[in-house]
């Protein structure tokens, strides 16, 4: 079993939808959670980060953690053209792991 | 702020050449890391340094080596490149010392071995 899981996509969504993009995790030890953003030819760029269970909120994004379910999920209200890209979630064990992402495509 | 930087962006190798890749964060970071990015793998860290001073290896060290040349500079060289040290590699840094802490990405090398 990978250590952090994501379905490769691509998830397609219209313009103006809720896009959610999902991550699970196989350490019941870790303690943070990272969401990075990644256009293609381009680097990772940190969109999110969140500790405790629950929702974060920062803009169109928000974040939801629930640790017993071992589950990180990123929603992205009203989505965009620009916000197609490859979204990474990471995971902090005793080591930041990454999925191999999701790539988003956000159509007019 | 320039954040992270790095040097150069593309590099062709012949197999059996060496490099050394440069980079450089200007945020006062104390930690330092080095991962390579291949299609279907995601991000595997190579080496990181922790603090000025220490290096450790990551998950796909074998083939590299690295100097925290001081707490600005993190190099990664590349004795005998091989074809399978194809690939696009990042440079990051982070604010805390440690592997769990949200890290800051430069814009990448891309380098091909033939």
Known sequence: QKEVEQNSGPLSVPEGAIASLNCTYSDRGSQSFFWYRQYSGKSPELIMFIYSNGDKEDGRFTAQLNKASQYVSLLIRDSQPSDSATYLCAVNTDKLIFGTGTRLQVFP | ?114
């Open chain 2, 1 to 114: 702020n320039a954040g992270v930087t790095q040097t150069p962006k593309f590099q062709v190798l012949k197999t059996g050449q060496s490099m050394t890749l440069q980079c450089a964060q200007d945020m006062n970071h104390n930690s330092m890391y080095w991962y390579r990015q291949d299609p279907g793998m995601g991000l595997r860290l190579i080496y990181y340094s922790a603090s000025e001073g220490t290096t450790d290896k990551g998950e796909v060290p074998n083939g590299y080596n690295v100097s925290r040349l001081n707490k600005r500079e993190f190099s990664l060289r590349l004795e005998s490149a091989a074809p399978s040290q194809t690939s696009v590699y990042f440079c990051a840094s982070s604010t805390a010392s440690g592997l769990g802490y949200e890290q800051y990405f430069g814009p990448g090398t891309r380098l091909t071995v033939t």
